[in-house]
């Protein structure tokens, strides 16, 4: 069993910033790509920002040069950094992790609880 732990969400004016943070403990042989998805009141789930093994990311459009996202190999956690927030970024945000529990197995999905972004004046 893997289990993620998320932090950092709050209450934020348009402008401003914040950080998220997501830990993976458990059976953990490798971890494939770290995620961060997102989703607003009335809409799909939707990714905003991945980063692979090798430290490849990707971004949605929405938020690239404005979010950044990183992740520590040696202590299994990701984070993102996100400025310049708008009150468009308001959402529940959901650390993704894919990962294996041992050699040559099959890779394995895990989600965290949800942290809460609110952006607003």
């Known amino acids: 069993q893997v289990q993620l732990v998320e932090s950092g969400g709050g209450l934020v004016q348009p402008g401003g910033s914040l950080r998220l943070s997501c830990a993976a403990s458990?059976?953990?042989?490798?971890?494939?790509?770290m995620g961060w998805y997102r989703q607003a009141p009335g809409k799909q789930r939707e990714l905003v920002a991945i980063?692979?093994?090798?430290?490849?990311?990707d971004y949605a459009d929405s938020v690239k040069g404005r979010f950044t996202i990183s992740r520590d190999n040696a202590k299994n956690t990701v984070s993102l950094q996100m400025n310049s927030l708008k009150t468009d970024d308001t959402a529940v945000y959901y650390c993704?992790?894919?990962?294996?529990?041992?050699?040559?197995?099959?890779?394995?999905?895990?989600w965290g609880q949800g942290t809460q972004v609110t952006v607003s004046s």
């Open positions: 458990g059976i953990i042989f490798s971890i494939n790509s």
């Open positions: 993704n992790v894919i990962y294996m529990s041992m050699p040559l197995g099959r890779a394995n999905a895990v």
């Open positions: 980063v692979t093994k090798g430290g490849s990311t």
